[in-house]
T-cell receptor, first 111, second 112 residues
Framework: GENVEQHPSTLSVQEGDSAVIKCTYSDSASNYFPWYKQELGKRPQLIIDIRSNVGEKKDQRIAVTLNKTAKHFSLHITETQPEDSAVYFCAASIGAQKLVFGQGTRLTINP | NAGVTQTPKFQVLKTGQSMTLQCAQDMNHNSMYWYRQDPGMGLRLIYYSASEGTTDKGEVPNGYNVSRLNKREFSLRLESAAPSQTSVYFC???????????FGEGSRLTVL
């Protein structure tokens, strides 16, 4: 079935450095790609999303890029801060109603 | 505006027992979802409801049933709980104009 692969599963970076998380998807019809952040013990919350008619989107320190040909998309966080420590999930749309999530990346920012 | 509310937050069951997780949203969303979250597995879709009166299976529906009681409420039932159903369950509703999912706080279920 349709799936989303996310890498790496854990990522540790120094405060101030950049972090990159990558995802690949299998359904060529997917057209919506959100990223969710989940802090420890909390619910997932949307941080940024991109649609298939756009190659890149930026919101302050976070950006997402999409390569439809290769079926992969990435999350970039610059100038990382301690509050960026969390689990990040990518997702891809399947049809009009469903989202399939990646396995998650635990990001740790070291002071 | 409470968003998505789910109950209970914690539950311990014995194998074979049944229970229902309740979810309600006050954002007038048509679509609602139940996901389970397990370590290293991400969020996996159990069932969803695109609108009042309809329900469909997701990736991992076996052992679960759902009811879309009305536009606000979407419940998840475990008829005969198994240890493999130990997980954190999240209910969500979707904003039709943006596609954003709004999640509840989660329900941690342990089956002994």
């Amino acid at each position: 079935g349709e799936n989303v692969e996310q890498h790496p599963s854990t990522l540790s970076v120094q405060e101030g450095d950049s972090a990159v998380i990558k995802c690949t998807y299998s359904d060529s019809a997917s057209n919506y790609f959100p990223w969710y952040k989940q802090e420890l013990g909390k619910r997932p919350q949307l941080i940024i999303d991109i649609r298939s008619n756009v190659g890149e989107k930026k919101d302050q320190r976070i950006a997402v890029t999409l390569n439809k040909t290769a079926k992969h998309f990435s999350l970039h966080i610059t100038e990382t801060q301690p509050e960026d420590s969390a689990v990040y999930f990518c997702a891809a749309s399947i049809g009009a109603q469903k989202l399939v999530f990646g396995q998650g990346t635990r990001l740790t920012i070291n002071p | 505006n409470a968003g998505v509310t789910q109950t209970p937050k914690f539950q311990v069951l014995k194998t074979g027992q049944s229970m229902t997780l309740q979810c309600a949203q006050d954002m007038n969303h048509n679509s609602m979802y139940w996901y389970r979250q397990d370590p290293g597995m991400g969020l996996r879709l159990i069932y969803y409801s695109a609108s009042e009166g309809t329900t469909d299976k997701g990736e991992v529906p076996n052992g679960y049933n759902v009811s879309r009681l009305n536009k606000r409420e979407f419940s998840l039932r475990l008829e005969s709980a198994a240890p493999s159903q130990t997980s954190v369950y999240f209910c969500a509703s979707k904003a039709a104009n943006t596609g954003e999912l709004f999640f509840g706080e989660g329900s941690r279920l342990t089956v002994l």
